[in-house]
């Protein structure tokens, strides 16, 4: 079993839609969770941060987390194109002492105009 | 420049060549990383450097040999590289390695480099 699981889509949803992405993941002992979006050709970039289980909003993105569902959540209000990206969950774990950061496997969105 | 930079963006080598892929880091982080990312899999961590140190190697096989002369600059040297070794090969950076959490493990990303193995 995977740690983390991802829907790898792809998901394709209309402008100005609100687009869910999940993931699961086995490993309670995850503390740190987020969300990176990558763009073709470019590296992944860090979209949001959390740490505890609830909600935490910037803009038009609002990031969820139910560590008793072992299950977190990015929410995109009135989606646009420029949106069309692949968005990877990450988590982090202790293990040994260090911190490990685990990824989803991506979703690949497109926001159709 | 800004951020993290990589170099060549794009490389086709056959399994016999040695070639090296460049990275580096103008963020004054410590803590520098080399990923695999291949299609319909998550990315794999193949090395962590923090304050030029090597401090993991997930298993990865030695015709991938990691270098980090300072904490700005990572280099991965390859050689008698595998069709399967084809994928796209993301150096990051952080503040460390540090084991409190939070922002300190934020991992900002290059470009990449496309690799195709022939």
């Known amino acids: 079993q995977k740690e983390v699981e991802q829907d790898p889509g792809p998901l394709s949803v209309p402008e100005g839609a609100i687009v869910s992405l999940n993931c699961t993941y086995s490993?309670?002992?995850?503390?740190?969770f987020m969300w990176y979006r990558q763009y073709s050709r470019k590296g992944p970039e860090l979209l949001m941060y959390?740490?505890?289980?609830g909600n935490k909003e910037d803009g038009r993105f609002t990031a969820q987390v139910d560590k008793s569902s072992k299950y977190i959540s990015l929410f995109i209000r009135d989606s646009q194109p420029s949106d069309s990206a692949t968005y990877l969950c990450?988590?982090?774990?202790?293990?040994?002492?260090?911190?490990?950061?685990?990824f989803g496997q991506g979703t690949r969105l497109t926001i159709n105009p | 420049e800004t951020g993290v930079t990589q170099t060549p963006r794009h490389l086709v080598m056959g399994m016999t060549n040695k070639k090296s892929l460049k990275c580096e880091q103008h963020?004054?982080?410590?803590?520098m990383y080399w990923y695999k990312q291949s299609a319909k899999k998550p990315l794999e961590l193949m090395f962590v450097?923090?304050?030029?140190?090597?401090?993991e190697n997930n298993s990865v096989p030695s015709r991938f040999s990691p270098e980090c002369p300072n904490s700005s600059h990572l280099f991965l040297h390859l050689h008698t590289l595998q069709p399967e070794d084809s994928a796209l090969y993301l150096c990051?950076?952080?503040?460390?390695?540090?084991?409190?959490?939070?922002?300190?493990?934020?991992?900002?990303f290059g470009p990449g480099t496309r690799l195709l193995v022939l």
């Open positions: 990051a950076s952080s503040q460390d390695r540090g084991l409190a959490g939070g922002p300190g493990e934020t991992q900002y």
């Open positions: 963020l004054g982080h410590n803590a």
């Open positions: 959390t740490y505890s289980s």
């Open positions: 990450a988590m982090i774990r202790i293990i040994q002492g260090a911190q490990k950061l685990v």
């Open positions: 450097y923090n304050f030029k140190e090597q401090t």
């Open positions: 490993n309670s002992a995850f503390q740190y």
